[in-house]
Structures are given as C-alpha cells and as structure tokens.
C-alpha cells in the first residue's frame, strides 16, 4: 500500500511539473549579427548589446525588438516568439497541468537562434 501511495505522489508531481519548465532556463542566448559583417551597437529590453555576439533573451510572451544605434543599419529588428516544442511534448505526457504550468513560467517561448540586422 505505501509503495503504491508513493508512486502515487511520483507520478502526480511529475504530471504537474512543466516540460519546458524543466528543460529551458529563462533566458535564451541569441547570436546576434549584421547583415554587412560589421560591429553592430544597441539595445534589447533595455540592455545594451554589441554584435556580432550573444545575446541573452529573457523568455516571454512578446517578441523582442532590437533598437538598434549603428549608422546604415535598420532602427528596429524583431526577434518574433514561437513556442519550444517541448510544450507540445509535454501536452502529449503532462496534459494540462504540464502545459499550464509551462504557459505560467514563459518558459514554453524561443526565439531564433540567429538574428541578422540588415544594414547597408
């Protein structure tokens, strides 16, 4: 009975514990470049970056626009969220309390591994 009571709580803890939630940190390092090949300067969320370099995203249910102060290159570029297809895998073993949990933690978000500015 008692193996059964805690094989029990194994599986219901493991049942509301998000996939992604476990497998993704909360930011995503991001290659960032120009176009052209040169040194790009800017800003994402407020945090200078310089490329070409890696950038660290924080996951979240919005997508993420580059401001960007290098002369010759575009003002903004995008970096559109899609969701990590961990969070369909965890709909598939941990049905919806898996998947909520992963939606709660904005964990379930990626972005592109590569954004490229375009610049003259």
Known sequence: MKKILA????????????????????????????SNGKEIAGTVDGVQFKGPGIVNLTRENKNKVFLVTT???AKETVAEKGVDGKFFINILTGGTLGSSTDYSTEKMWRYSENVVVSCK
């Not at 509301?16 to 940190?25: F, K, P, Q, R, Y």
């Open 71 to 73: 002369e010759g290159c």
């Open 7 to 34: 094989m029990s709580v194994v599986a219901s803890t493991l049942a509301m514990t998000g996939c992604a939630s476990i497998l993704n940190d909360k930011t995503q390092a991001v290659n960032v470049s120009a």
